[in-house]
């Protein structure tokens, strides 16, 4: 069965700071994998997509970036972090070439920006 | 342009009693999805189901059922005798390439014992 990971779970940063998260993915190849923001009581706004290893879109931008340097990780990064950037940021893959198909999440990173 | 409403923000109900989520969904083209995922306090997307555009046979899995309506371009979710594990924030969702999904901004569920 397939399993997503993300880390970390929560994180605190002063703003300025960089900022790394990460998610794999285990159990497919291929998936398609998604970063999402949550902001507080509100819904989720989709950052970025990833349909193959380096292939990044961006769907808002602003001063975040992806990359993707192996099939099955996702990596979020910021140079320096602001404080809207605070929020709840979830990770989701689908599988390759199913376009339409289900998108399954991580256990999100709850980030803190100070 | 796609767009999923849920136009209630929270609701409350006493254990056991019926409850139903509104989604109305807005879109141009023939062929879509739709999705149910239910946010639990740990934050994690759970994804309960998922329906296209050419399939508008409702669906019941256990205590959940779904009423999927083209007419009134509305995917309702109805959890009958609720329990107090069904409390989360649920949200429904639209996609039409996959990569997309337009999501609702959620309805936040309580469940009082």
């Known amino acids: 069965s397939q399993t997503i990971h993300q880390w970390p779970a929560t994180l605190v940063q002063p703003v300025g700071s960089p900022l790394s998260l990460e998610c794999t993915v285990e159990?497919?190849?291929?998936?398609?994998l998604y970063w999402y923001r949550q902001a507080a009581g509100r819904g989720l706004q989709l950052l970025f997509y990833?349909?193959?290893?380096?292939?990044i879109s961006s769907e808002v931008p602003q001063n975040l970036s992806a990359s993707r340097p192996q099939d099955r990780q996702f990596i979020l990064s910021s140079k320096k972090l602001l404080l809207s950037d605070s929020g709840f940021y979830l990770c989701?893959?689908?599988?390759?070439?199913?376009?339409?198909?289900?998108?399954?999440f991580g256990p999100g990173t709850r980030l803190t920006v100070l | 342009a796609q767009k999923v409403t849920q136009a209630q923000t929270e609701i409350s109900v006493v254990e056991k009693e019926d409850v139903t989520l509104d989604c109305v969904y807005e879109?141009?083209?023939?062929?879509?999805?739709l999705f149910w995922y239910k946010q639990p306090p740990s934050g994690e997307l759970v994804f309960l189901i998922r329906?296209?555009?050419?399939?508008?046979q409702n669906e019941i899995s256990g205590r959940y059922s779904w009423n999927f309506q083209k007419s009134t371009s509305s995917f309702n979710f109805t959890i009958t005798a609720s329990q107090v594990v069904d409390s989360a924030v649920y949200f429904c969702?639209?996609?039409?390439?996959?990569?997309?999904?337009?999501f609702g901004t959620g309805t936040s569920l309580t469940v009082i014992p």
């Open positions: 989701a893959w689908s599988r390759w070439g199913g376009s339409t198909d289900t998108q399954y």
């Open positions: 159990g497919t190849s291929n998936p398609n």
């Open positions: 990833s349909v193959g290893i380096g292939q």
């Open positions: 879109t141009r083209d023939t062929t879509y999805y």
């Open positions: 329906r296209n555009s050419f399939d508008e």
């Open positions: 969702a639209l996609t039409i390439t996959g990569n997309q999904f337009y």
